[in-house]
């Protein structure tokens, strides 16, 4: 009984101090979320270009002859390798066409993951005998310094400011980067972005890039992470090598890559420093690769939508 009445009286006490009429409710759509550690940089990345040493970046080691499979030379890098099984190189898995996860058989493929197949293929005749582990852009130095990956296949500049920390295989592919926008969106290049908030990816070059042209840069993990930013109208273009843009351009028909390439992006194998043998391994692939038409067959399939194949990139050598 005591019960009832007390909550009788807070029933009336209710009434009489609530409001007379419900309270208006306005719908408002919620924005959509950010990708996880998305950011707008207030201050250009420190791997700015123009804070990068000279040096002569893309001249790597020359190869001697070729081992043969299963017979790497005692005490070498790659004996320590074939030893241990297998290869451990780092790729992505979330750059469409260059390292990304087939969605139907769970396996990662693309242009890199294939080199690094050639490479397990060169060391033990098996190019099954590789274990891939994903890095991202920010990832790829740390996991070559750690000694966590032999080798990293991951759309790789080299830079002048990245050789002071890792060592580079002569160059694989000559990239170059563009814009991509939504359709019809009145943007026809970079000189178009001033201002303009413009998506890479933490820890590329591609990101201190766009910082130098004036744009609001937006730095996010992955570059998947700025399609769905681009999607959701959060950012007003992507812009990296025209190799990635070609992946996702592929993936959503309303978005487009506008306006010529505004920088060279020399792709190198990244090695850990101090392994000069497997630089010079690696090298020696990669002249078999361009001899034997094996990187002509790997752009047909993969890069093909960029145009017929050019000719491999040529080797340069200092030594
Ligand atoms: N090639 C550029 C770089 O090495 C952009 C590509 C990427 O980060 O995945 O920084």
Do not use: H
């Amino acid at each position: 009984m005591k019960v009832r009445l007390v909550l009788l009286a807070l029933l009336l006490t209710a009434c009489s101090v609530g409001p007379t009429e419900p309270a208006k409710i306005t719908p408002r759509a919620a924005p959509p979320p950010l990708p996880p550690q998305a950011s707008e940089l207030s201050e250009a990345p420190t791997s700015a270009p123009n804070s990068a040493p000279n040096c002569d970046a893309t001249a790597s080691l020359r190869p001697g002859p070729l081992p043969e499979p299963g017979q790497m030379p005692d005490g070498s890098t790659m004996a320590k390798i074939q030893a241990r099984g297998r290869l451990i190189a780092g790729v992505d898995q979330n750059t469409y066409l260059m390292g990304f996860r087939n969605s139907f058989t769970g396996e990662i493929e693309g242009f890199d993951v294939e080199l690094a197949r050639r490479l397990a293929q060169a060391i033990f005749n098996d190019p099954a005998k590789v274990q891939f582990k994903i890095v991202t852009s920010a990832g790829r130095i740390p996991a070559l310094k750690s000694g966590d990956v032999d080798v990293v296949v991951r759309t790789m500049t080299i830079t002048c400011q990245r050789l002071a920390e890792v060592d580079f295989s002569a160059v694989y592919y000559q990239a170059g980067q563009r814009v991509l926008v939504r359709r019809n969106s009145g943007i026809s290049g970079v000189e178009a972005l001033q201002g303009k908030k413009v998506c890479a990816t933490a820890g590329s070059t591609s990101l201190a890039n766009v910082a130098s042209k004036g744009t609001k840069p937006v730095s996010v993990p992955n570059w998947t992470d700025c399609l769905v930013m681009l999607q959701q109208g959060q950012v007003d273009a992507i812009s990296t090598d025209d190799t990635i843009l070609a992946g996702l351009a592929a993936q959503d028909p309303y978005t487009e890559v506008v306006g010529g390439r505004f920088t060279e992006e020399p792709y190198g194998i990244g090695v850990p420093k101090g392994q000069e043998d497997l630089v010079r391994f690696v090298n020696g692939v990669l002249e078999q690769m361009r001899a034997d038409g094996t990187w002509v067959a790997l752009y047909r399939r993969w890069l093909g939508q960029l145009g017929p194949a050019p000719t491999p990139p040529v080797a340069r050598y200092r030594d």
